[in-house]
């Protein structure tokens, strides 16, 4: 049976486009270093035979009588026409230069996509001798952080000359990962949904959620991108995480966590909000997982003032690993369903939704959203002849986004900020206090 070429949105698909434009472009821009020359007719070689193994790289938003669907173009003439849209050598940019880097990802992170009749992705190859680099931006409503990822996997191993493999299309819907296996779990569920709920609310109460020194905006504006180098080595940090018992990622997340109660020094209800997002592909019954799209759901934590750095990470294991748990027994599902409905409303209602909620304040307050890919080296293929020297992801996000990565025994953080609410000031703010939270962490862990 042959692949379908038109190919229905799923929730978060549809929320991306109701968005779009009124929130900024909905692209994941990545920034990839290489250690390495590569030639410039290899890279676009390469991206050109991604816009083949990868079929919804080939894709555009189609309207239908009632709403709007992803057609999938085939490979043919009119590809080839586009590609030459979608792939560019960006001249005028020193790829030995973070800064220069920088600006380009900064430029690129409010960039429109055109998704009605161009390719849904742009790249820009940097040249240079030894490091050149490569700006690659998709339109989120193609996939997710693990779909990019994914991509950026099958470039390197093309870059050392191993063939692409081609990906699948995967139906879009995330009804299997959430939705009761049984018709009669439902009532349990509901119930269980509802005093989780409950429970949410009654730890939050009387709660002041710390932010950024933020100036009040109906509006969203651009995006800026802020690079920062973590003053501690990958394997320091490895260290001090086994020293408490967990992982650099939830202890990366208790340090983020005190930096943002750091910030509100003097206030003893202080809360920092950490929104998290979760991977619903490891809830889809065995074997059924898809392996492109968009398949993403999120949860918040809340780290309060703890007597010892032990005792916060001790605290938000427990919270994430109770999220987590409500994932797995499906308790998510009479508000992710809700959610489903709401592509019903049509694009134009929920737009005005969407709008409306900035404009009235009614987003919920939260500290950030952290999303920590933590160690990448896996991204290079064995035996490579070309290696990532630095990569830098980020996405647009109505709030404080931190994106953590680990890469030749260094760790990264790329910062996004809405310029219409979060001064720069602000952001480095937060990289001061960060770095001092670290600082303080290593040398309270340090032998007396």
Request: hydrophobic share 40%; with cysteine; proline share 6%.
């Amino acid at each position: 049976m042959a692949a379908p070429d038109l190919i229905p949105l799923n929730r978060s698909e549809h929320m991306y486009w109701a968005a779009e434009g009124y929130l900024g472009p909905i692209n994941i821009p990545f920034i990839l270093r290489f250690d390495a020359p590569v030639g410039t007719e290899l890279m676009r070689q390469t991206m050109r035979e991604l816009a083949t193994a990868f079929p919804r790289m080939r894709g555009v938003i189609e309207p239908t009588a009632f709403s709007y669907k992803l057609r999938l173009l085939s490979d043919e003439r009119q590809i080839d026409q586009l590609f030459d849209d979608a792939f560019r050598v960006q001249q005028g940019v020193d790829a030995s230069s973070r800064e220069a880097l920088r600006a380009l990802h900064d430029e690129f992170m409010n960039h429109t996509i055109c998704m009605e009749r161009g390719l849904p992705w742009v790249a820009r190859f940097v040249p240079h001798p030894t490091q050149p680099a490569l700006l690659f931006a998709i339109n989120h409503i193609i996939g997710d952080g693990r779909s990019m990822v994914q991509m950026l996997c099958a470039i390197m191993a093309r870059l050392s000359g191993q063939p692409m493999t081609a990906c699948q299309i995967d139906n879009p819907t995330m009804l299997p990962a959430v939705m009761p296996l049984k018709w009669w779990q439902w009532p349990a569920n509901i119930a269980r949904w509802w005093r989780n709920s409950r429970a949410d609310k009654a730890a939050a109460s009387g709660r002041h959620i710390v932010t950024l020194k933020r100036h009040p905006s109906t509006r969203y504006t651009t995006t800026g991108i802020c690079y920062h180098d973590i003053p501690c080595p990958a394997d320091t940090m490895k260290a001090l995480a086994k020293q408490y018992g967990t992982t650099v990622n939830t202890l990366l997340t208790a340090i983020v966590g005190n930096t943002f109660l750091a910030l509100a020094e003097q206030d003893p209800k202080a809360t920092a909000a950490i929104r998290i997002s979760v991977d619903l592909r490891r809830y889809f019954p065995k074997r059924s997982a898809p392996e492109f799209g968009n398949f993403v759901h999120s949860f918040t934590i809340l780290a309060n003032r703890q007597a010892s750095m032990g005792e916060q990470i001790n605290d938000l294991e427990n919270q994430v690993k109770t999220h987590l748990a409500r994932y797995a027994s499906r308790d998510y599902a009479l508000p992710l369903l809700f959610y489903e409905l709401l592509p019903l409303l049509g694009r134009n209602l929920f737009s005005y939704l969407i709008f409306n909620s900035k404009a009235k304040g009614t987003l919920p307050t939260l500290s950030c959203h952290f999303s920590n890919l933590g160690a990448c080296e896996f991204i290079n293929p064995k035996n490579a002849s070309v290696r990532l020297h630095e990569l830098w992801p980020a996405t647009l996000s109505t709030v404080f986004l931190i994106g953590a990565v680990i890469l030749n025994g260094k760790q990264f953080l790329c910062l996004v900020h809405q310029h219409d609410e979060i001064p720069q000031e602000a952001v480095e703010a937060f990289r001061t206090e960060f770095d001092r939270q670290i600082q303080h962490v290593m040398k309270e862990s340090q032998p007396t």
